[in-house]
């Protein structure tokens, strides 16, 4: 269980500026603060935010079968809402506002306990105007070895993570010139694809016409694909976008980096790939940032409330039991982490873990062991309340 120590003879200053740096990611959100010291920018918190994503999914599908069922018994529940109203601006389904919310909370824990002064976030996977305009931030953008990394996003995002000529995925991917140079093509990203190894080697130095002669079909698409530009809004995840809106609601100076920025300083540093350190290589400060030898990132897992059930089932789904009355009993709750010390009996022993369940009669349920510890409130100790996350500390480093 993670803590803190507010130290208190320093609130008068005497602290670095600290960066919160953010890398949402549809799974895992890595998160990173990282300290401005006289040496340099260093790594000094990190960790890999797993989300619910896929569980909140079929929780919403279970509890619709669920309606349905009581809905088709006729037994009194509400009828059908369909789903005719309009939603609102921006809505996203409830998977991704919970990763939206995930990040929202750890943003504002981090804020109430770190002197956090700026906020960098990695919003889309390329630079669309960069790519547009090369000179909109000076020489570094003009063909420099960032263009390159922004243009490789680009292209895998317009080609579909594909080969264009034979439509391999999950191989290593070179970016080809659909009319070669030594034919006139230009370096332009509109002449430009992605091609497995073996297809990039038997088109060599041919014109994308007279290679594709066979096939005027998959010549038709690649030429058209080739001209229509992608379009800003395909870069912008919207789940990425919310999170970026939600973090800039916090009041500090935020900046937006693109994904091509953090692969290459990530790369030209030589740190290996994980969430929490590409968290710390977003952005131009991402550039150069010690991350220690060793450093163990805390993995959050995300695992909700509890939930709404008010009845337990028996094996054939009718309600066992009289249904629950409140959440909280005895000022324990389900999931709370808790200390039973047993003196005799098969329980016998000190047990820390979880709360399994809690009766309105004042007695619980811990899982230990592969045990079930059944035993009165009095002899439980609330050690964290449940928050709705779980930690681990993480292997690399
Ligand atoms: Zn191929």
């Known amino acids: 269980m993670p803590f803190t120590i507010i130290l208190l003879d ?44 896929l569980q909140i999914e079929e929780k919403m599908t279970e509890r619709r079968g669920f309606r349905r069922n009581r809905r088709k018994r006729h037994c009194r529940y509400r009828p059908a809402r369909y789903n005719n109203r309009a939603r609102p601006k921006g809505w996203l389904p409830p998977s991704l506002t919970s990763r939206v919310e995930n990040v929202r909370t750890w943003h504002r824990r981090l804020m109430s306990r770190a002197p956090v002064s700026e906020v960098h976030i ?63 093509g230009s370096d332009r990203v509109s002449n430009l694809t ?14 994308v016409r007279e290679f594709l002669a066979n096939d005027p079909e998959r010549l038709a698409k690649i030429l058209a694909q080739a001209k229509a530009p992608l379009k800003g809004a395909a870069a912008v995840n919207s789940t990425r976008y919310a999170i970026g809106e939600a973090i800039k609601a916090s009041d500090l100076p935020v900046s937006f980096w693109s994904g091509g920025r953090t692969k290459r300083n990530r790369l030209s540093q030589g ?86 369940s809690i009766r309105a009669r004042g007695w619980f349920v811990l899982r230990k062991g592969g045990r079930n510890h059944d035993r009165p409130a009095r002899e439980f100790r609330l050690l964290a309340r ?11 480093g």
Do not use: M
Request: net charge positive.
């Open 10 to 53: 320093r609130e008068d200053g005497d602290t670095q500026p600290l960066e919160g740096k953010y890398d949402p990611g549809a799974n895992t959100t890595g998160i990173a603060l990282v300290a401005l010291f006289k040496r340099g920018r260093r790594v000094i918190w990190a960790a890999n935010l797993h989300h619910r994503g």
């Open 122 to 184: 990695e919003t889309v996977r390329f630079d669309t105007q960069k790519l547009q305009n090369p000179e909109i931030e000076g020489v570094e953008y003009q063909r420099g070895e960032l263009f390159g990394y922004e243009v490789r996003e680009y292209l895998l995002e317009k080609w579909g993570r594909e080969c264009a000529y034979c439509g391999a995925e999950q191989v290593p991917l070179e970016i080809e010139h659909i009319v070669p140079k030594s034919r006139g």
């Open 194 to 207: 992605l091609a497995c190894r073996a297809c990039n080697q038997a088109k060599g130095n041919r014109d």
């Open 271 to 356: 740190y290996q790939k994980d969430h929490w350190i590409d968290a710390a290589c977003v952005g131009a400060s991402g550039e150069s940032v010690f991350v220690p030898k060793g450093f163990l990132p805390l993995e959050i897992q995300a695992r909700g409330r509890g939930h709404r059930r008010v009845h337990n089932n028996d094996d054939f789904g009718f309600p066992r039991g009289a249904p629950r009355k409140c959440k909280r009993v005895q000022g324990f709750q389900t999931g709370d982490l808790v200390e039973l010390v047993c003196k005799r009996g098969k329980s016998a022993g000190r047990h820390v873990g979880r709360l399994t």
């Open 386 to 396: 449940a928050d709705g996350y779980e930690y681990t500390t993480g292997t690399t």
